[in-house]
């Protein structure tokens, strides 16, 4: 009779106690755990089991050194069977690390089966605590360190891990402690520590702290297996909520954090639109996808020493983006409707850990052979369809990915095949031939991601094609921004190396002169601006930050912030995301004043940061601040005003400036001095503003501009801080109701010339009857017709249609002509006036004053005219005359062909000004010769009339409009006065003319009184021709 016996492998250890003299752990026990495997046959292993349950501790002396062996305990029992060991682990103890290494599917599982000739598995407590430290040496660094075999490195870990252990080993269950590395930085001692029973924190703070003291080293520790942490230890679904949490015995560390390890990157995890972190150490996952699958971390931390625990989280993961294209796109069937065309189709998914189900289904066609092909990081399944030509219907391709939870994700084609008489598209570049109302794709060339497509319209035509292709680079960083906005990774650490690479992806602008591209770098600014919201950032992002910014501002990429779409509109929100980013993104940043600012001073972006005083000043980009008290930040961006809308009767013509102050408020006005692109022109007015968000335009709430009569500069005056401009009219300040009394007083002095003309016609024989009559007459009559036929031209122009435009050049010619004309013979009157009153006994010849009339009238503003037609490019357009005014050009001071009828007016008008002056003076002459005691009042009456009846035959009114040219309407009230009068005055001109000229002579009253009514006028007195100052009085 025969019997089996079966063989039993029994790991087992036992703790030993050391007792030493050392004054640092005095009468403390150092432990030392020991592992033996014990071989027994089946029915030994309840009594071995129940000899090291009753076994007493042991002492033994060796070496005159008291060893204790104080437990003993079974962690594994192993059953040989043939060629195989089958391995359970015992109560409180689980499968160690390195089983879980080269046994994965073990470390789940109760029981392990590995081949006899393989290492026994081996379990460990549960409560087995791993102390990973460091410990900083101030002592120089050895380059010999760096080679674990030279006796110098195994001489100083030897004496490290010595006196490591004498203090560390007195821990209860204290297993093993070994030095794994020395690296640079003084020197610094990695070293792992593994104690199989429970730790308690304020032990191991003490202990550390005795040996921070005796070693005069600084310690960092990490242990694991004093935190447990919860979490699904099973595959979960995809897109699901799920919930981890971490739990510690001791109070004191109420600090948690949490992290994630995808490969061989290591994430903060922080709140964001798809995690929620809570003080209680608890993380919520609200939507698990491809970027949370990994190894969760949660820390507890308090001074030098950091508790952690972690799990696995194993996601069934589906495809984000399924891109499923045909080959060709439009299958022809024009041409052939017997035959059947083969055609590819493919869908392309990104790469990932999971083993999808992949299947094809269709509709209107069978599937034949398919393949699959996974290279450049993602995985092509395709198929052959056969499209039979005559059938004509749709065809549906469907490809369906399922993974390990059974979810699915599906992407379906209707191939567009074009039959015979199908409306298409001709092909049209690299855009194939495609059917009419589809949209026509293509993949992005090089290395840019994405797809551009260009729709095919009804109509058979082709529309604008779309392109949002984006550098491979960019692209990355995109992806990780929004991967950051979602809670993986902390803004403070990862800003730094977005920034950089960012900089380093804007530095050729020939690269990235796309819409696409600038929009991804500005999404890229927005991104972090969002994630760094209730974060404060380091000045060490600056450089990057501000170089990459100035990069995307560079006027050769000016065209490429605008997007053309089938209505070519410009999408206007892209550069205030970037004004808003920017000054979020600086205004996060935390600038230490004591250190020196790294470089900020760029072509188109330039900070300025300084500690303020009250009503100090600082430049940015030449443009001045008053400085607020206060750490002020000023950030500058030079080409960033011709990218913002504006309405339409403004235009940005400054630098945008930013200002904030770093943690504290405005407490006074904010005083800033722009340089203004453009210098101003007279009359247009200057708007302080800054950007208001909420709005998305330009608002002047709380800024005012401050009238300095420099034109070259704007001085602003706001009471909040943000980003600032200034915007200039595009148009000069229309006066209220100006054209309105132009076009009356015009029509008044119209009508009022054309009476006078016909009332010197009818009194002429009756009025005339001296020479200074003869001369008086004949000036007014001349001036008369020219002013005449002037205001008839000035109207004419007014109203002139856009079909009759070229009548303008004419128009122009006529009054540049007949206001000279007409200010002529108002000099040919004054000087016979001043003639007259000089040399009373010598009389002009009526010959000699009309030939000098007629020459100084009408001969000297023809020259003048045809000069200055001649002069500005032969009466080219805005040149001598601007098509938009149908008037002379104004191009500012002594500019513009303005001048050739301003500078012959304002010498007339000095002239006549000066000899009506000096009939005043022969008004109050005769009061000094007589003697006599006249009244005062006659004397003033006297001198009004002369003013009143010689202004307006004189052009004296015209000195207005010289004040007009000077005063800037922007000063206040006095311009707007003046600019009224001068328009009053002189649009009525005409009128005046009549007053004073006709009904103001009383010989010209008289005969009209004769010519109308029979009654002979009562007989006036016969003034001498030398009393001319007579028809002042009159």
């Not at 499209?387 to 599906?410: A, F, H, L």
């Not at 940043?589 to 004591?594: A, F, G, R, V, Y």
């Not at 072509?603 to 980009?621: D, F, G, M, W, Y």
Request: overall charge neutral; proline content about 3%; some cysteine.
């Amino acid at each position: 009779m025969g019997f089996m016996m079966r063989i039993y492998t029994i790991t087992a250890f036992c703790a030993l106690g050391l007792l030493f003299n050392l004054e640092t752990c005095a009468g403390e026990l150092s432990n030392k755990m020991f592992y033996a495997e014990i071989m027994v046959e089946e029915g030994a292993i309840q009594n071995i089991s129940n000899l090291f349950t009753t076994l007493q501790a042991i002492n033994i002396t060796v070496d005159n050194s008291l060893l204790i062996i104080s437990q003993f305990s079974i962690t594994t029992v192993c059953e040989i069977r043939g060629n195989k060991t089958i391995c359970k682990c015992s109560d409180g103890y689980i499968w160690s690390g390195a089983v879980c290494d080269s046994q994965p599917d073990c470390c789940n599982q109760i029981e392990c089966s590995v081949k006899t000739s393989q290492p026994t598995p081996m379990c460990l407590p549960k409560t087995r605590v791993i102390i990973s430290g460091s410990a900083t040496f101030p002592d120089a660094y050895n380059s010999l360190y760096s080679n674990t075999g030279s006796p110098e490195y195994k001489a100083f870990t030897s004496t490290k891990t010595e006196e490591l252990k004498q203090v560390y080993s007195t821990f209860s269950g204290f297993d093993s402690l070994v030095i794994t590395g020395i690296r640079q930085g003084s020197v610094i001692v990695d070293f792992l520590m593994t104690v199989n029973a429970p730790l308690n924190s304020s032990q191991l703070e003490s202990k550390t702290n005795t040996l921070q003291t005796s070693m005069n080293a600084t310690f960092q520790l990490t242990t694991t297996g004093l935190v447990q942490i919860y979490a699904p230890n099973e595959t979960i679904c995809y897109d699901s909520t799920q919930q981890l949490s971490c739990t510690m015995n001791d109070p004191s560390f109420d600090s948690c954090s949490w992290k994630l390890t995808a490969g061989n990157n290591v994430y903060a995890l922080v709140n964001g639109t798809e995690v929620l972190v809570e003080p209680s150490c608890s993380l919520t996952l609200l939507k698990t996808s491809q970027i949370w699958q990994g190894t969760y971390n949660c820390s507890f931390s308090k001074g030098f020493i950091t508790h952690t625990a972690s799990a696995t989280l194993d996601i069934a993961l589906l495809p984000e983006n399924i891109q499923i294209l045909s080959g060709p796109q439009y299958p022809d069937c024009s041409v052939d409707e017997e035959k059947s065309l083969q055609v590819n189709v493919t869908c392309t998914i990104k790469n990932s850990t999971e083993n999808y189900t992949m299947s094809w289904s269709f509709v209107g066609t069978s599937g034949g052979l398919n393949s699959s092909t996974n290279a450049n990081g993602f995985i092509s399944n395709s198929v052959i369809v056969s499209v039979q030509c005559k059938s004509q219907s749709d065809i549906i391709v469907t490809c369906q990915y399922i993974n390990r939870k059974s979810q699915q994700e599906s992407a379906n084609l209707t191939l567009p095949v074009i039959y015979m008489g199908t409306p298409v598209c001709q092909a049209n570049g690299d855009w194939p031939k495609a059917k009419a109302s589809t949209t026509a794709q293509l993949a992005c060339i090089g290395e840019r991601v994405g797809m551009r497509t260009r729709p095919c319209l009804s109509t058979g035509s082709w529309g604008i094609e779309t392109s949002p292709c984006v550098n491979r680079d960019l692209n990355n960083i995109l992806q990780d921004t929004y991967s950051l906005l979602k809670g993986r990774g902390s803004p403070e650490s990862i800003a730094s190396d977005i920034f950089g690479r960012l900089k380093n992806s804007t530095n050729s602008t020939v690269s990235i002169n796309t819409y696409a591209n600038i929009n991804a770098s500005v999404t890229i600014l927005q991104n972090m601006n969002n994630a760094s919201a209730n974060v404060t950032l380091g000045q060490i992002i600056l450089p990057d930050l501000l170089a990459s910014s100035n990069n995307i501002l560079s006027i050769s990429l000016k065209n490429s912030w605008t997007e053309l779409t089938s209505a070519q509109s410009k999408n206007s929100s892209l550069s205030e995301q970037y004004l808003m980013s920017m000054e979020g993104l600086i205004t996060k940043t935390h600038i230490n004043i004591s250190e020196s600012l790294p470089r900020c001073k760029y072509a188109n972006v330039e900070l300025v940061s300084q500690a303020a005083e009250k009503n100090s000043s600082i430049k940015v980009l030449n443009a001045s601040i008053i400085l607020p008290e206060g750490i002020v930040k000023a950030v500058a961006f030079s080409t960033l005003s011709e990218l913002l809308p504006t309405n339409e009767d403004t235009t940005t013509n400054s630098i945008i400036l930013s200002v904030t102050l770093q943690n504290s408020t405005l407490k006074n006005d904010i005083s800033i001095t722009f340089p203004l692109i453009n210098s101003r022109p007279r009359n247009y007015e200057i708007d302080c503003v800054y950007w208001d968000f909420t709005s998305s335009q330009f608002s002047g709430n709380g800024c005012d501009w401050t009238y300095t009569g420099v034109n070259t500069e704007a001085v602003c005056t706001c009471n909040h801080l943000t980003s600032f401009a200034t915007l200039m009219s595009k148009h000069p300040i229309s006066l209220k109701f100006q054209d309105e009394i132009t076009y009356v007083g015009l029509g008044a002095s119209v009508c009022s010339l054309t009476l006078c003309l016909i009332i010197e016609f009818l009194v002429w024989n009756t009025v005339v009857k001296s020479n200074i009559s003869h001369f008086r007459h004949t000036a007014l009559v001349n001036i008369s017709l020219c002013l005449l036929l002037a205001d008839c031209s000035f109207l004419a122009s007014s109203f002139l249609s856009i079909n009759h435009s070229n009548w303008c050049p004419y128009l122009v010619i006529i009054k540049h002509y007949c206001y000279l004309a007409m200010f002529f013979w108002m000099l040919c009157l004054s000087m016979m006036l001043l003639h007259q009153l000089m040399f009373v006994f010598h009389q002009l010849r009526k010959k000699v004053y009309l030939t000098f009339s007629i020459c100084l009238g009408y001969i000297c503003p023809l020259f003048i005219v045809i000069l200055t037609f001649i002069a500005y490019q032969n009466g080219k357009e805005n040149y001598y005359y601007s098509s938009e005014t149908c008037w002379l050009v104004y191009e500012g001071t002594l500019k513009g062909s303005i001048y050739a009828f301003i500078f012959p007016v304002l010498i007339i008008v000095v002239i006549n000004f000066l000899s009506m002056m000096v009939v005043i003076t022969k008004l109050l002459r005769p009061q000094v010769s007589d003697g006599s005691k006249a009244d005062e009042k006659d004397i003033t009456k006297s001198i009004l009339k002369a003013v009143v009846f010689l202004t307006p035959i004189f052009g004296v009114t015209w000195i207005l409009g010289f004040f007009v040219l000077t005063i800037d309407l922007t000063e206040g009230p006095l311009a707007f006065f003046i600019n009224y009068a001068f328009i009053i005055v002189n649009s009525f001109q005409g009128v005046l003319i009549l007053i004073t000229g006709c009904f103001g002579e009383k010989k010209v009253r008289d005969a009209l009184l004769k010519y109308f009514i029979s009654t002979p006028p009562k007989p006036t007195k016969n003034e001498s021709s030398t009393k001319v100052v007579s028809i002042i009085k009159k």
